[in-house]
């Protein structure tokens, strides 16, 4: 009788958190910590070669990633790894409105897709940072991605009324 194994699902928020706070410090263009990203990759690399049996990830990459270091996130991809979307920078969506939101989407898939060869199938919003009254955002997600992971809620699941496909609820269980 063979045994029955669990899904793993294990994300990564693959962002320049250096970059991000410098240009919300409106920096122009600020500098990139390449060899930090570099070096999260390899420590990331050796934890799911070592300890996770070499199963593979999702990595959430922002557009500006892609862009800027291309050949990293192809070798993430060549590993095997799910590359998704994760906004074009690391900006608040709550923010943005429909047409900045959709224009940022459709350059970090392009810069994703550009850099991989695939057009990513996945988005998680920056911080989870969508309000649930902004249905707007739900609605340009699923026009581009098969799945979303940008939904969170303290909310107990009883209480949740949002009717809309393609929405992972992440529950704060706090």
Known sequence: ???????????????????DTLRH??????PYKEKALINSYERIKYICNKYLENKKITFFVT?????????????????????ACHYNYHDDINKSNRK???????QAIESIEKATGKRP????????AIDESNTWAYEEISK????????????????????IKNITLSINLN
């Not at 990633?65 to 991809?77: D, N, S, T």
């Not at 900045?100 to 459709?106: G, I, K, M, R, T």
């Open 63 to 83: 557009g500006i990633v892609a862009r800027q270091m291309p050949l990293l996130i192809k070798e993430i991809f060549n590993d095997g790894h799910e590359i």
């Open 100 to 106: 900045d939101f959709s224009d940022n989407l459709d």
């Open 121 to 128: 199938i996945g988005f998680r919003a920056a911080n989870f």
């Open 25 to 30: 410090l409106n920096m122009t263009n600020p």
């Open 144 to 163: 581009r991605f098969i799945y979303d992971s940008s939904f969170k809620t303290s909310k107990n699941i009883k209480q949740i009324r949002i009717n």
């Open 1 to 19: 009788m063979a045994l029955k194994r669990n899904p793993f699902y294990f994300t990564v928020d693959f962002e320049d958190f250096h970059y």
